[in-house]
């Protein structure tokens, strides 16, 4: 059973925008911490930015930091980031993930091993 699907992804040029989207099928599945992760080929996984349950806390990969934005909306089960000034470097499939428990920390938001449930990933390519 599917748990949080992404979508958004698409092919676009250095300096265009995109913004993802990840639904979780269940409210149970985005009832805590929520998360974007992305990995290129021959990359290991990399933190890009998460976001509390209640928002109040968001935080962002030093890379994506000013370019990218992370928002949820709780009502829908869906959590987003808008992507602008995209870079060539940003080419990677990009994965959702959520935690069930609300507790936060920056540790705990930039560790992927700290998520329970996970998408399969959207592509995201961005030529130069």
């Known amino acids: 059973q599917v748990q949080l699907v992404e979508s958004g992804g698409g092919l676009v040029q250095a300096g265009d925008s995109l913004r993802l989207s990840c639904a979780a099928s269940e409210r149970t599945f985005s009832s805590g911490t929520m998360g974007w992760f992305r990995q290129d080929p021959g990359k290991e996984r990399e933190f890009v930015a998460a976001i509390s349950w209640s928002g109040a806390s968001i935080y962002y990969a030093d890379s994506v930091k000013g370019r990218f934005t992370i928002s949820r909306d709780n009502a829908k089960n869906t959590v987003y980031l808008q992507m602008n000034s995209l870079k060539p470097e940003d080419t990677a499939v990009y994965f959702c993930?959520?935690?069930?428990?609300?507790?936060?920390?920056?540790?705990?938001?930039?560790?992927?091993?700290?998520?329970?449930?996970w998408g399969q990933g959207t592509q995201v390519t961005v030529s130069s």
């Open positions: 993930a959520s935690r069930t428990r609300i507790e936060v920390s920056s540790y705990i938001a930039r560790a992927s091993a700290e998520y329970d449930y």
